[in-house]
């Protein structure tokens, strides 16, 4: 550790994201302590280096202590379909969560988040590339349970001075060595067509083909796990005390279902059946973010922007856990 190395808990860095970021700051020279319940994540991507501790979010106040610098906070439950037929666990364990850990951080007198929120807080959007200031309406329990925590977040950087940063991500794709992406039951667009050319599924299903796009197939915004992680960095600099700072992460760049499928053909050199079925309800043409306000206020500036690099870091993760299974 450096002597300007700063002490950091990590909730739900056992997951993809929060594991990443972990393994970002350890590199950077700082102390780690990573809070997870296993629930979704796995021991195995808690970072050397980095103490773990295995319990909850609500149980923060066990383990939170004046010697932290901040929390950042990934610990949620976070499958949209799920959410729809259990909202019930998504309040609890979202919301009820946050509310806990911002009374322990308070206790502790710890001043500074850095909040992992979501693009589904905007729900269809009217117009894109997608600001901060577009308006918000989610069409899930998910998506509403994290732009509850961001109103939350605001309240309490208000009332009691919290330094606050929320990073509202599109799509995250790609890995960092041996942390990358693997959700159960999984729903995101580029694991399951790598698992498709690993021969664990028959074929990528594409979800409505009549899109008002170039080639008929929703337009998506992905961003690579590694320039993601180093926005979070970036927030714990630019965290202003009684300020709650929200934006957006992209790479402003959208490709579709079909770029990503025949990309992932030539990175894998692998054949990819896939099936048209037709539209998912919700599903808008185009989502893409407008990421200028983190650029300017976080001097962020994603360099891993090639969709055939993302899927190629992806695919070194997912053969890595095949030859591990």
Same mark, same amino acid.
Request: hydrophobic letters at 40%.
């Given at each position: 550790?450096?002597?300007?190395?700063?002490?950091?808990?990590?909730?739900?860095?056992?997951?993809?994201?929060?594991?990443?970021?972990?393994?970002?700051?350890?590199?950077?020279?700082?102390?780690?302590?990573?809070?997870?319940?296993?629930?979704?994540?796995?021991?195995?991507?808690?970072?050397?280096?980095?103490?773990?501790?295995? /319990?909850?979010?609500?149980?923060?106040?066990?383990?939170?202590?004046?010697?932290?610098?901040?929390? @950042?906070?990934?610990?949620?439950?976070?499958?949209?379909?799920?959410?729809?037929?259990?909202?019930?666990?998504?309040?609890?364990?979202?919301?009820?969560? $946050?509310?806990?850990?911002? $009374?322990?951080?308070?206790?502790?007198?710890?001043?500074?988040?850095?909040?992992?929120?979501?693009?589904?807080?905007?729900?269809?959007?009217?117009?894109?590339?997608?600001?901060?200031?577009?308006?918000?309406?989610?069409?899930? =329990?998910?998506? $509403?349970?994290?732009?509850?925590?961001? &109103?939350?977040?605001?309240?309490?950087?208000?009332?009691?001075?919290?330094?606050?940063?929320?990073?509202?991500?599109?799509?995250?794709?790609?890995? &960092?060595?041996?942390?990358?992406?693997? &959700?159960?039951?999984?729903?995101?667009?580029?694991?399951?067509?790598?698992?498709?050319?690993? /021969?664990?599924?028959?074929?990528?299903?594409?979800?409505?083909?009549?899109?008002?796009?170039?080639?008929?197939? *929703?337009?998506?915004?992905?961003?690579?796990?590694?320039?993601?992680?180093?926005?979070? @960095?970036?927030?714990?600099?630019?965290?202003?005390?009684?300020? &709650? @700072?929200? *934006?957006?992460?992209?790479?402003?760049?959208?490709?579709?279902?079909?770029?990503?499928?025949?990309?992932?053909?030539?990175?894998?050199?692998?054949?990819? =059946?896939?099936?048209?079925?037709?539209?998912?309800?919700?599903?808008? $043409?185009?989502?893409?973010?407008?990421?200028?306000?983190?650029?300017?206020?976080?001097?962020?500036?994603?360099?891993?922007?090639?969709?055939?690099?993302?899927?190629?870091?992806?695919?070194?993760?997912?053969?890595?856990?095949?030859?591990?299974?």
């Amino acid at each position: 550790m450096t002597s300007t190395g700063k002490r950091y808990l990590v909730t739900g860095g056992a997951g993809y994201v929060g594991s990443v970021v972990a393994a970002h700051l350890l590199a950077a020279g700082h102390r780690v302590t990573v809070l997870d319940d296993l629930s979704t994540g796995f021991r195995e991507a808690v970072p050397a280096g980095a103490e773990f501790i295995e /319990g909850r979010v609500q149980d923060a106040a066990r383990h939170l202590d004046g010697g932290y610098d901040a929390v @950042l906070h990934f610990a949620a439950s976070s499958q949209v379909g799920e959410s729809v037929t259990d909202p019930a666990k998504y309040w609890s364990n979202n919301v009820g969560g $946050a509310i806990d850990l911002l $009374a322990a951080m308070r206790s502790a007198g710890i001043g500074t988040l850095v909040f992992s929120s979501t693009a589904a807080v905007y729900g269809e959007p009217a117009t894109t590339p997608i600001r901060e200031d577009a308006a918000t309406a989610p069409t899930n =329990p998910y998506g $509403a349970t994290k732009l509850a925590v961001d &109103h939350m977040i605001t309240s309490e950087a208000a009332a009691h001075g919290l330094a606050a940063v929320s990073l509202r991500y599109f799509n995250v794709a790609g890995a &960092h060595g041996a942390y990358g992406e693997r &959700h159960e039951p999984e729903s995101h667009l580029i694991p399951l067509v790598l698992r498709t050319a690993q /021969g664990r599924r028959d074929s990528i299903s594409v979800f409505g083909t009549d899109y008002p796009t170039p080639d008929g197939t *929703c337009v998506r915004d992905y961003i690579h796990v590694d320039d993601l992680a180093e926005a979070h @960095l970036l927030a714990l600099t630019a965290a202003r005390s009684g300020e &709650h @700072l929200i *934006c957006n992460l992209g790479n402003g760049n959208g490709f579709s279902v079909r770029e990503v499928i025949e990309t992932a053909r030539k990175v894998t050199g692998r054949d990819i =059946p896939e099936t048209a079925a037709g539209r998912r309800a919700g599903d808008p $043409a185009v989502l893409v973010a407008s990421a200028d306000r983190a650029r300017e206020v976080l001097g962020w500036r994603p360099s891993r922007t090639d969709l055939a690099g993302i899927i190629a870091d992806a695919w070194t993760f997912a053969r890595q856990q095949e030859s591990a299974e």
